[in-house]
Nanobody, 127 residues
Framework: EVQLVESGGGSVQAGGSLRLSCSAS????????MGWFRQAPGQEREGIAA????????WYRDSVKGRFTISQDNAKSTLYLQMNSLKPEDTAMYYC????????????????????WGQGTQVTVSS
């Protein structure tokens, strides 16, 4: 059983920063990936950043490249998403996600590949 608990969401003005955290209880010897997804009202849930525990490679959606950074702590028990230069179009519910077996970060870019989801944390960016 994997449990994911997000925190760090909130309201910020355009240009501001937020850091999301995801506390993860994962007990496996498999190489897996973790990612962040977001879903705005009326929109599909989309992957925005992912990291592979087997080698640490990362993946980012083009719309967040250069602004968002995904990372893990050394124990791999907490996943982070540092979000800088936030825009109103970044407003969404943000979800932490895990794919139990993976070979790259890109595996966690697609929602259909995800095995476990967190409950989500709201990010609102005002102009």
């Amino acid at each position: 059983e994997v449990q994911l608990v997000e925190s760090g969401g909130g309201s910020v003005q355009a240009g501001g920063s937020l850091r999301l955290s995801c506390s993860a209880s994962i007990n496996t010897r498999n190489k897996y990936c973790m990612g962040w997804f977001r879903q705005a009202p009326g929109q599909e849930r989309e992957g925005i950043a992912a990291i592979y525990t087997g080698g640490g490679n990362t993946w980012y959606r083009d719309s967040v490249k250069g602004r968002f950074t995904i990372s893990q702590d050394n124990a791999k028990s907490t996943l982070y998403l540092q979000m800088n230069s936030l825009k109103p179009e970044d407003t969404a519910m943000y979800y932490c996600a895990v794919r139990h077996q993976a070979s790259s970060a890109g595996t966690c870019a697609v929602k259909y590949a995800i095995d476990y989801w967190g409950q989500g944390t709201q990010v609102t960016v005002s102009s």
